[in-house]
């Protein structure tokens, strides 16, 4: 029995290993890769059989290259790994190369042989403007929130007159006090005076009378 076992896990070994170099040899020995170009930044690459098109189901090990044009940076060696926005033979790199124009190589060697060159510019992204953004969500919110406008500060001259304004205030309150200092002048004056033209005239009739007497007793 175990013999039997044995036997079939060797037959069953060399049927694979007669059935993958068929496979392999039905595909070619050589892969065809296609730079395509980029992606923000990053290298994409089509791998397909030289023979029939197909796309390679094995893993790919593989290296990037890139090279400025004038030869004075270097990116690289990156890997490919499988990209899911052009599958089923679309590669791409983890890595981004930096704004500019360099010349991409990709070398295949594994599951086959296979090199693709291409040239690819990285365009220069400027960012987006927020003080703009800024403005204009304020005013939405203001206008959201219906809010009372904004009022603004005095400035240092109505500052001065409403200070100049507050001091001349009670002037008039001075001016009343002596007026009715004056009044009650007046007032105690004329008590006096009246007083006085009382006590004279009490004096008069006092006299008057004193006289009366003494003419009375004479007769």
Do not use: Y
């Not at 499988?82 to 295949?108: F, H, I, M, N, Y």
């Not at 005239?201 to 009375?216: N, S």
Request: charged residues 15%.
């Amino acid at each position: 029995m175990r013999i039997r076992i044995a036997l079939s896990a060797t037959l069953a070994a060399l049927g694979l290993m007669f059935l993958i170099p068929a496979a392999a040899h039905a595909h070619g020995d050589t892969l065809k890769v296609v730079v395509t170009g980029q992606r923000t930044g990053h290298v994409t690459a089509d791998v397909t059989w030289e023979n029939d098109g197909d796309a390679v189901d094995e893993t790919v090990a593989a290296t990037v290259n890139a090279v400025s044009v004038d030869g004075s940076r270097t990116m690289g060696p990156w890997r490919l790994v499988r990209d899911p926005a052009a599958a089923p033979a679309g590669w791409t790199t983890a890595e981004a190369l930096p704004p500019g124009t360099w010349k991409v190589s990709v070398e295949v060697g594994f599951p086959a042989l296979g090199k693709g060159e291409l040239e690819v510019g990285v365009p220069v992204v400027d960012p987006a403007p927020t003080t703009g953004a800024g403005t204009t969500a304020t005013g939405t919110t203001d206008s959201a929130t219906g809010g009372t406008p904004a009022v603004s500060a005095p400035t240092p001259a109505s500052a001065s007159a409403s200070a100049s304004g507050s001091d001349a205030a009670p002037a008039p309150s001075g001016t009343q006090a002596t007026s009715g200092g004056e009044g009650a002048a007046v007032w105690w004056t004329t008590a006096g005076v009246a007083a006085t033209a009382l006590a004279g005239a009490g004096v008069g009739l006092l006299l008057r009378r004193r006289r009366m007497r003494g003419a009375c007793r004479t007769s």
